[in-house]
Nanobody, 127 residues
């Protein structure tokens, strides 16, 4: 059974950094598309970033140049783990961050394309 377990969330001050981790088990994740989504209170879940199996192909949310310049997704296939490095965090980054995975997706940014999800990790950016 495929399992995704996120960690690394917490409370951080504006301008701080966090690194989220997602440990995967139960599948050959080196060939999976793995992604991060987030959901703020009262809002829909939104795409943050995705990485394809080689790690050479990465995609970031197009709704925000700020995400692309501050966040980095990368993976360690030997550890079946995908990471999201988040720098210069802002209060608007506050959300529950979810890890997702699938063998293939039609659209990296569409949450409905992913079959597997973690339980989420809370990120709160506040002074």
């Amino acid at each position: 059974q495929v399992q995704l377990v996120e960690s690394g969330g917490g409370l951080v001050q504006p301008g701080g950094s966090l690194r989220l981790s997602c440990a995967a088990s139960g599948g050959t994740f080196s060939t999976y598309v793995m992604a991060w989504f987030r959901q703020a209170p009262g809002k829909e879940r939104e795409f943050v970033a995705a990485t394809h199996w080689t790690g050479a192909s990465t995609y970031y949310a197009s709704y925000s140049d700020s995400v692309k310049t501050r966040f980095t997704i990368y993976r360690d296939n030997a550890k079946n783990t995908v990471y999201l490095q988040m720098n210069s965090l802002k209060p608007e980054d506050t959300a529950v961050y979810y890890c997702s995975a699938d063998r293939s997706v039609s659209s990296d940014i569409d949450a409905g394309d992913y079959d597997y999800w973690g339980q989420g990790t809370q990120v709160t950016v506040s002074s």
